[in-house]
């Protein structure tokens, strides 16, 4: 059973940053991709980033040119890096592993942005 452990998400004003972290019990590598999706209240879950096992990364066209999505193979561990935040960014973020024919989810790190 695959366990994905999010972390570092909190309260920050707008305009700054946070680092979220996602650590797998296995290896992240047996993985075809990771990613983070986030879902605000009253809103469905979207795609924020993705990271397939070679390296190639997506991004939501609300987190291109301010988030960076990465992964430490030797770490297990997923992160995203979220610049420049606004408060349309405040949403419960997820981590996803994809394991085919499944998937398998974290339990969420809130995000909040406020001043």
């Known amino acids: 059973q695959v366990q994905l452990v999010e972390s570092g998400g909190g309260l920050v004003q707008p305009g700054g940053s946070l680092r979220l972290s996602c650590a797998a019990s296995g290896s992240i590598f047996s993985f075809n991709g990771m990613g983070w999706y986030r879902q605000a209240p009253g809103k469905e879950r979207e795609l924020v980033a993705r990271?397939?096992?070679?390296?190639?990364?997506i991004y939501a066209v609300s987190a291109k040119g301010r988030f960076t999505i990465s992964r430490d193979n030797a770490k297990n561990t997923v992160y995203l890096q979220m610049n420049s935040l606004k408060p349309e960014d405040t949403a419960v973020y997820y981590c996803?592993?994809?394991?085919?024919?499944?998937?398998?989810w974290g339990q969420g790190t809130q995000v909040t942005v406020s001043s």
């Open positions: 990271i397939d096992r070679g390296g190639s990364t």
């Open positions: 996803n592993a994809e394991l085919p024919p499944g998937a398998y």
